[in-house]
């Protein structure tokens, strides 16, 4: 079973910025949506955001909660997508996971095992 690979997680003080990395080992999703999703305590897992694959024109895709705030960059050649979370509020505190996933079904079929990301007020 392929597992993702995140890293960049940490705590910081709300306003400040953090970048979390997501890497593939040993697999290529060149051709899949891959994208970051966060579980805070006692809620449910949300979708953050995605680099979706297209033939023509791969394109990001937020959640609205983060639109303006975070930014999802894709580096196909390493396999390896990001996440930069600037402006950040005590209530992005939560795990953060990566996943990777079919972009015809758009579902998601690979996870990472989750980092920790706290905002402090």
């Known amino acids: 079973q392929v597992r993702l690979v995140e890293s960049g997680g940490g705590l910081v003080q709300a306003g400040g910025s953090l970048r979390l990395s997501c890497a593939a080992p040993?697999?290529?999703?060149?051709?899949?949506?891959m994208g970051w999703f966060r579980q805070a305590p006692g809620k449910e897992r949300e979708f953050v955001g995605a680099?979706?694959?297209?033939?023509?024109?791969?394109?990001?895709d937020y959640a609205d909660s983060v639109k303006g705030r975070f930014t999802i960059s894709r580096d196909f050649a390493k396999n390896t997508v990001y996440l930069q979370m600037n402006s950040l509020k005590p209530e992005d505190t939560a795990v953060y996971y990566c996943?990777?996933?079919?972009?015809?079904?758009?579902?998601?079929?690979?996870w990472g095992q989750g980092t920790q990301v706290t905002v402090s007020s």
């Open positions: 040993g697999r290529t999703f060149n051709r899949y949506d």
């Open positions: 680099f979706r694959w297209s033939s023509s024109n791969p394109y990001p």
């Open positions: 996943a990777a996933g079919s972009a015809t079904l758009r579902s998601w079929d690979y």
